[in-house]
């Protein structure tokens, strides 16, 4: 009985699910280094930053785990700027992190819901009450699409009294290995914005 039970233990032990470390960042003085990557995977990085003497910053790219370590970095041509706000979405897995430069509070709106349906019903627009956003779209095993817009701008579709500034997904662009444009939002898509005027980030999982 004592045999079974040994048994037992070690079976669950061996198909139990794997436990995935927590994604998060860290940081040296020209890097952005995302850890706990799924092995062998992609990461989705959106940055925007302000640098010395008031010029903008703004990343956008998908980084490969080409050694399999779980780590994805985000190599800059210029050092990491002090006041930033840094999003990762791993591309498999849809987790994400997001977070200021060391010493620096990123600070989150309050965004529930990002996505909209068009005159037709069609879930396609993405719609924030903000003046300007960056944006990722991830479709967590299929691809990533980004767009930056205005108030007032050829991308934006508000009316000039609303207070939100919405955007129509197929104005994305596809990033990295994404093949083809986006047409509509779908359950589980991740959304990550970032407010550039106000330094104010949102990341959204639509349907959730």
């Known amino acids: 009985m004592k045999r079974i039970s040994v048994c037992i233990v070690v079976l669950c032990a061996f198909f139990a699910p794997r436990a995935f470390a927590a994604l998060t960042l860290r940081f040296t003085d020209t890097s952005v280094i995302a850890t706990g990557v799924t092995a062998g995977g992609s990461v989705a990085f959106l940055a925007t930053g302000r640098e010395p003497a008031s010029r903008w910053m703004r990343e956008a790219a998908v980084i490969s785990d080409h050694d399999r370590n779980g780590e994805a970095a985000l190599e800059l041509a210029r050092v990491v700027p002090r006041a930033a706000i840094w999003i990762a979405v791993d591309m498999t897995s849809g987790e994400w992190v997001a977070q200021g430069s060391p010493g620096y509070e990123a600070q989150p709106m309050s965004l529930r819901e990002i996505a909209k349906h068009d005159s037709g019903g069609q879930l396609r627009k993405l719609a924030a009450a903000v003046s300007e956003m960056d944006v990722l779209l991830v479709r967590p095993g299929e691809g990533v699409w980004r767009l930056y817009a205005a108030r007032t701008s050829a991308f934006d579709e508000s009316g000039p009294d609303e207070r939100q500034l919405r955007i129509d997904v197929d104005r994305m662009t596809p990033m990295g290995d994404t093949a083809g444009a986006v047409h509509t939002v779908r359950p589980r898509d991740i ?18």
Do not use: H, K, T
Request: glycine share 6%; hydrophobic share 55%; aromatic share 6%.
């Open 191 to 208: 959304v990550a914005l970032i407010d550039p005027v106000e330094m104010r980030y949102a990341v959204v999982e639509v349907g959730r």
